[in-house]
């Protein structure tokens, strides 16, 4: 998956509370198994009526977010069901990282797996990148340091170091398997050596 370092972009206002996977990606979506496409669905909700007809004025689409790398969002965000398709619909969005003031927690583990960094602030300080969003000021989250800036606002956020490790280094759970491997190996042959009956071998 691709690594993130620092991400210095405009971003989407959207601080709805409670936005659950639902919203973020409807399940008459789900049937597909691959991670490119489900843009062009994600929070359909809030982009089109029910008759199909499009929300001209919604933020997703307003070009004066065009190319947003950062979603902030409410409280609760990626609440309901767990489907890992939510935060694929965010990443072919092109949204790197999303900030609230909570998440859920299954869907905030299913971001890190898929490339995406989940940041918590206190509400007092999402109200204001808000505004700062709303303004056009651009929004840096730096995950090295693990700080938002915008501005003359820097605010620093807490973030599981496994979790911080792997989207350094750009690894997901399998790709950390595979950098493993040849301590892996090393491993087999020792014990290969120690107990060759448990690998086919004679005692």
């Not at 977010?65 to 767990?82: T, V």
């Not at 092109?94 to 583990?109: E, N, Q, Y």
């Not at 693990?146 to 790709?175: C, W």
Request: charged share 20%; glycine share 8%.
């Amino acid at each position: 998956m691709r690594a993130f370092t620092k991400v210095t972009a405009k971003a989407v206002p959207f601080p709805r509370m409670n936005v659950d996977t639902d919203i973020i990606v409807p399940a008459k979506h789900l049937k597909t198994i691959t991670r490119s496409g489900l843009g062009k669905h994600a929070f359909e909700t809030v982009r089109y009526r029910a008759d199909g007809t499009h929300i001209a004025d919604n933020v997703f689409d307003s070009p004066k977010y065009a190319g947003s790398e950062i979603l902030i969002a409410g409280r609760n965000f990626g609440c309901g069901s767990s489907r890992e398709h939510a935060p694929w619909a965010l990443a072919d969005m092109g949204f790197r990282t999303v900030l609230a003031p909570g998440f859920a927690d299954i869907f905030a583990g299913n971001c890190v797996k898929n490339g995406i960094l989940t940041v918590t602030l206190k509400q007092e300080e999402i109200d204001a990148l808000v505004l700062a969003a709303e303004g056009g000021v651009a929004i840096t989250v730096d995950l090295e340091d693990q700080s938002v800036t915008a501005g003359n606002a820097r605010y620093t956020f807490e973030f599981n170091p496994v979790h911080k490790k792997m989207l350094l280094e750009g690894l997901d759970e399998i790709g950390q398997t595979l950098a493993a491997s040849p301590a892996i190996k090393s491993y087999e042959a020792k014990q290969a050596a120690m107990t060759p009956w448990l690998f086919g071998g004679n005692a």
